[in-house]
């Protein structure tokens, strides 16, 4: 077995390129000033130098703001804001480097500093960080726009297919035999007992198939919407549970959104894993709290036999992951089960 020579980190060779980089635009740059007059091997050294230092300084700045900048205001969710920070935070950046490096090379100079000398030396140094900020900031922010367009690109599509992997899930519960079977058991049952509950139960059950049907190209939907699909839903639920399933919704709206069927997906594990019967009958609570997350907490009464595969909670996690910072939060203890989601507002 031979040992491999150990490769020099990316770091060391992207240096030398970076300096080579700086001495070129900082001369490209005094030339276009200079228009070529009085430029010298000296002048040469001396701009190079400027350059690595003082373009070092801006370049490394540069980097780490557009960096911060894009983590907490990105080009493609704040634009408008995006521009004006970064232009102050570039603005007020690049007056801090123009007025230490003029100190620092006065001092080194040993030249006394006069206002004379500062504002002319801040003028001529300000006509080159312009030039240099102004290309720094088109590239790397290009650059990055790409990069994000590209990431969100591939976002969209991850999103879609989770969306896909979401409503597939939630027709499959709607459609699957136990479901047909229950609600046509009840429906039968109702039909002889009470008519009008029938016509009340097949237009519910219809409700519940037409939102499934609209919302499957839908991101977000407003909260009211998809509550009001939850009752529908509930409403299958309570005639063939009666009083031993109650359902408790206390909701402020506020014009919050939420993911398609993610609501009724919490409703429905909670039922399809708990015993509800009249020993022990089942609550369920929905409700929103101070820190903008709507709650759907279950008694914990787990049916035997009944662990699910978890596919459902990651899912609506990872697609909750693409619209806010804020995750989705699963706890319990020996009484009860809780999912909070983020409320979101666009």
Known sequence: MTDEPAKLPKVFWQIPIWILLLIAIGNGIMLVIENGKLYSFEMFILCSVNSVVIGGAFMIGLKVIVTMLDKRVPWLRYPQKRLLYQ???????????????????????????????????????????????FWGTVISNAVIFFKNWKESAVQQEILKREQLTLQYETLKSQVNPHFLFNNLNSLTSLIHSNPGKAIDFVKKLSEVYRYVLDQKNQELVPLETELRFV??????????FGSNLMVQIDVDSQEFKVIPLSVQLLVENAIKHNEISDKKPLLIKVYTNNEQYLVVENLLQKKSGTEGS??????????????????????FNSETFRVNIPLLTD
């Not at 001092?107 to 900020?133: C, D, H, N, P």
């Not at 009752?231 to 063939?240: A, D, F, G, P, V």
């Not at 978890?310 to 706890?331: E, M, P, W």
Request: glycine share 6%; hydrophobic share 55%.
């Open 87 to 133: 232009f102050l935070v570039t603005l007020l950046f690049s007056c801090m480097v123009i007025i230490i490096s003029v100190l620092l090379i006065n001092l080194l100079a040993g030249q006394k500093i006069t206002s004379g000398i500062f504002f002319e030396q801040s003028y001529f140094m300000a006509k080159i960080a312009f030039l240099f900020v």
């Open 310 to 331: 978890g596919t459902g909670l990651q899912n609506i996690s990872a697609r909750y992951g693409f619209f806010s910072d804020k995750k989705v939060l699963i706890t």
């Open 231 to 240: 009752e529908s839903y509930i409403y299958l639920h309570k005639i063939r």
